[in-house]
């Protein structure tokens, strides 16, 4: 697999801190942001679960396709791993 410089940056600065960040701002500008952003964010969470679970089939996370739709995705916040929150939070905070 092949490096993600973005989510390698982001998960070594969060190691290396008290993080934290209000999960419910995050989750109101991740709903706000525009599709580049949210882009982002949806790879974020794939390239960590890839690294979890390199035979994936489904969507991770309890993912669920919105109005059977390829292209939306719905994640619920509370059902990633704590590490993956604070990176995707760092993400958002870093790009807004």
């Keep these: ?12 600065q969060v190691e290396s801190v008290n993080n934290n960040f209000d999960y419910n701002t995050i989750c109101n500008t ?36 919105l109005n059977d739709s390829k292209d939306l995705i719905l994640f619920t916040f509370n059902n ?4 993956l929150k604070n990176i995707i939070s760092l993400f958002i905070f870093s790009v807004n």
Excluded: C, R, W
């Design 1 to 12: 697999m092949q490096n993600f410089e973005l989510y390698d940056s982001l998960k070594k």
């Design 30 to 65: 991740i709903s706000n942001t525009d599709s580049k952003k949210a882009q982002t964010v949806l790879a974020l969470i794939l390239y960590h679960y890839n690294l979890e679970d390199s035979k994936f089939k489904n969507i991770p996370y309890s993912g669920k396709i």
């Design 80 to 83: 990633l791993p704590p590490i």
